[in-house]
Each structure stands twice: as structure tokens, then as C-alpha cells.
């Protein structure tokens, strides 16, 4: 199972990117669908989790300005990034708690998309 992360790149503070991370391989079903950050010289944080059900949850600093979502049928989990402020400057990395057809679940990680906010 591989993820492949893409939508990332240099944008101005206050506008928009839409980031897209899709799972492929042998995959039964996902769980969680997460978006974590990593900025230069701080510790990787949790930004966003989508649950199979629907349920999300956001990271306090986000919340109102960015939405997670996915398509189950895409196995494809997306963010909408709006209103960026340069402290949202970072590699942004997808996650995702894959059950395989073998039924065994793993925890599979994308190789990270940089977004850049400039003031």
C-alpha cells in the first residue's frame, strides 16, 4: 500500500490550496484519515482526522479555515486549506490506517507535499 500526496506549493497569506493524498495497493478498507504538519524545527503535529464514519476533528489553530474530506470509493482523503497564514508554512504529510485484503491493518504515511505562505 503506497500514498501519494499532491496540491501543495508557494501562495500568498489569505489564499487557498487544496492538498489530496490517494491509497493504493491492496486495500479492503481505511479507517482514520489523517493530515499531520511539520514545520522547520518543531515536531510533526495532527492538523485534521477524518474517521470512517465521518467524524472529524481539527487542530485548534485551523479550525474554521480548514476541511478535511474523503472518497471512500477513491480512497482519497483531501484538504482545503483556506485563508493560510505563513505560520501554516510546512511539509504536510497524509496518514492512513489501512486494513489490506489479508485483513492485516497498518499504519501507511505519504512522502509529504511542501506548502509555502508568504507574507
Known amino acids: 500500500v503506497q500514498l501519494v500526496e499532491s496540491g501543495g506549493g508557494l501562495v500568498q497569506a489569505g489564499g487557498s490550496l487544496r492538498l489530496s493524498c490517494a491509497a493504493s495497493g491492496s486495500i479492503f478498507s481505511i479507517n482514520t484519515m489523517d493530515w499531520y504538519r511539520q514545520a522547520p524545527g518543531k515536531q510533526r503535529e495532527l492538523v485534521a482526522t477524518i474517521t470512517s464514519g465521518g467524524y472529524t476533528n481539527y487542530l485548534d489553530s485551523v479550525k474554521g479555515r480548514f476541511t478535511i474530506s474523503r472518497d471512500n470509493a477513491k480512497n482519497t482523503v483531501y484538504l482545503q486549506m483556506n485563508s493560510l497564514k505563513p505560520e501554516d508554512t510546512a511539509v504536510y504529510y497524509c496518514?492512513?490506517?489501512?486494513?489490506?485484503?489479508?485483513?492485516?491493518?497498518?499504519?501507511?504515511w505519504g512522502q509529504g507535499t511542501q506548502v509555502t505562505v508568504s507574507s
Open positions: 496518514q492512513m490506517m489501512v486494513i489490506t485484503t489479508a485483513r492485516s491493518q497498518y499504519s501507511v
